[in-house]
């Protein structure tokens, strides 16, 4: 059997390791983030609306009922250097409404405005004021990422 004061000991030894442990870690685990860059730039050239049929059930005890809907969410076509992209907002239309809620923060965003934007697993994180705050960015699903074509003109030397 192990004497009581030798447990207290272990213990009192396993707390004091864990506590340097915390405060000898890297200072990057307490770092400020490092902020987020936007190096994406580009036109707003239309906006659409996304419908996406769903289904649900619903239940009463008694019998089970399948209901069936259309999702329709706001649609962004942004024309960048390189690359279109089409980006759907996400906002659904309110409760008495059938026109998606638009995307943007403060300043909501229409075509021919200019915005900055970066991508991550699919998603376009985009620069917005929120409430005079300038550090937001509002998370919008990719549709579509199609290759922009190239204008240059062709070689004519094919004889």
Known sequence: MQDPTEFVRQCLRAITALALALV???SSAWAKNEPKTYPIEGKVSGTG????PYTYSSSDGKTTQSH?????????TVQADTKTY?????????????TP??????????IG?????????GWAYVSVTENG????????RILN????EDTAPEDDTKQ
């Open 24 to 26: 000898l870690s890297p």
């Open 49 to 52: 609306i996304n419908q996406v």
């Open 68 to 76: 069936r809907g259309i999702a329709r969410t706001r649609t962004y």
């Open 86 to 98: 089409e980006l759907d907002c996400g906002k659904r239309p309110g409760l008495f409404s059938t």
């Open 101 to 110: 809620g638009e995307c943007g923060g403060d300043k909501k965003i229409q």
């Open 113 to 121: 405005d200019v915005i900055h934007f970066r991508v991550n697993k």
């Open 133 to 140: 705050q300038t550090d937001r960015e509002q998370k919008m």
């Open 145 to 148: 990422e199609d290759l922009k």
